[in-house]
């Protein structure tokens, strides 16, 4: 078994091949019980009320959400940017260990990987309605018109976000699909339904699992994930430039690329830790996610987190040092002190200083307190991104067009649509496919047949 002197080992028991397999399996073999019909339902409820307000929204127009002549982003872009970091978790989390060649990703990888393809669909359809015309959403695309020289502007940072976020897309679903393979074929070969048997087998391109299906399977993981990884830097980098090329104060600063790119890895990473501890607690798999897995992640946490306190840090002190008394005022004035104060201490706290209980090891080993800490960050990567877009659009330039922003009950529907759809996908997922890496798992585990 593969055993480090820091961690200890990755896989607790002295289990079989055939052991593991069963054990992993267990979710798509056994009828789920009831509290995954309850979450079920709860979710398909969250999600038909997010169709409403699709419905809504497209038959009555953004006219029902909370914006007006000044603050022309609300929610929709809020939860954008937040889904879009929330995907950048789980590609990051995988490629990255995977270069640098830490074992313990092997437990954790398949879920974080599988979130990053949902939270970018959740992400997708929030530009997309905030169009308003939804018919109009392909002038956005540069296809060959009949319309002479008139093009879009490839110059606009929004034109970046779609190449981006098509590309990451693409990407990241390629690497996931094809990281289940060997799994695919696995549950085919056990299973005893002759339709599961054809589906599955489908699904795995017919592998048998010869050396030349394993040289290609290594070699194109390995091509995928290189691309990715550039993927995962650049995406979140042209979102920031979203705002970063506007001249409103607290958006019109250099630091933004880095620093969106940092917060993604953070939200994401939390939510990784959030999604981890649920499974190891409902599908009893201690011995697979173990706290040697969790404590890695949380060590992890306390590293970002300190880079985004720098980063805060950072821009207050930029905003008094150049004395520019528009970004004085949005930063002490709106922010610190002001109307949203609230939402800046809610953010300051739960990403910079709650993160910091990590260094402790007795904190790092109480699950109840590890899971409410990644959760607080959660929410307050999301107020992070409240923070960045109302309080700029609310108060710019001139007094004259101030004004106040509160989102409406569509605009509330559009993100609890997005959260059912998440979790909704992750339950289906997890009845159907093994949430942990089969063939991983068993490389890192003792040989051992029966």
């Not at 879009?84 to 990255?96: K, V």
């Not at 942990?436 to 047949?449: A, M, Q």
């Amino acid at each position: 078994m593969y055993n480090t002197a820091i961690r200890g080992p990755l896989i607790k028991g002295d289990k079989t091949i055939h052991q593991i397999t069963e054990e992993i399996c267990q979710p798509i073999d056994r009828r789920p019980g009831y509290w995954w019909y309850f979450v079920f339902l709860l979710c398909l409820g969250a999600l038909i009320y997010g169709g409403w307000a699709v419905y809504i929204t497209v038959h009555e127009g953004i006219g029902t959400w909370g914006l007006n002549n000044s603050v022309t982003w609300g929610w929709c872009i809020i939860n954008f940017v937040w889904w879009i970091g929330i995907g950048h978790a789980g590609t990051a989390f995988s490629i990255f260990l995977l270069v640098l060649e830490q074992k313990w990703r092997t437990s954790i990888n398949r879920a974080a990987e599988l979130m990053t393809v949902v939270a970018v669909i959740c992400a997708v359809h929030f530009p997309i309605l905030h169009i308003g015309r939804l018919w109009d959403g392909f002038f956005i695309l540069p296809y060959p018109n009949t319309r002479g020289p008139l093009w879009l502007n490839f110059n606009s940072p929004l034109f970046w976000d779609v190449l981006a976020i098509c590309t990451y897309f693409m990407a990241s679903s390629l690497f996931w699909y094809v990281g289940m393979i060997p799994d695919l074929a696995t549950i085919r070969d056990r299973t005893t339904s002759k339709i599961k048997r054809a589906i599955y087998g489908f699904l795995c391109f017919g592998w048998i699992g010869s050396s030349r299906d394993w040289f290609r399977y290594e070699k194109l993981s390995w091509i995928i994930g290189g691309l990715t990884a550039a993927l995962v830097v650049s995406v979140h980098s042209i979102v920031a430039m979203d705002f970063a090329t506007s001249v409103l104060p607290g958006w019109h600063t250099t630091i933004f690329p880095p620093y969106f790119v940092v917060g993604a890895i953070l939200s994401g990473f939390a939510m990784v830790l959030t999604l981890m501890i649920i499974i190891r607690k409902v599908y009893k798999l201690n011995d697979y996610i173990t706290d040697s897995h969790l404590n890695a992640i949380c060590k992890i946490l306390v590293f970002i987190s300190l880079i985004m306190g720098t980063a805060y840090s950072t821009e207050l002190f930029m905003a008094w040092y150049s004395n520019n008394e528009y970004e004085m005022f949005t930063f002490f004035h709106n922010r610190v002190t002001g109307e949203y104060n609230t939402a800046f201490w809610i953010m300051l706290i739960s990403n910079a200083i709650l993160p910091q209980l990590f260094w402790f090891k007795k904190i790092r080993k109480k699950l109840a307190i590890v899971f409410i800490i990644s959760l607080c960050i959660n929410i307050g990567m999301w107020f992070e991104r409240y923070v960045i877009v109302i309080t700029s659009l609310t108060k710019d330039y001139f007094p004259s067009n101030w004004a106040d922003y509160r989102p409406t009950t569509v605009e509330v529907g559009l993100f609890t649509g997005t959260f059912g759809f998440f979790v909704l996908c992750i339950l289906l997922f997890f009845k159907y496919l093994p949430m942990i890496s089969l063939y991983e798992v068993k490389g890192v585990s003792k040989y051992k047949s029966n």
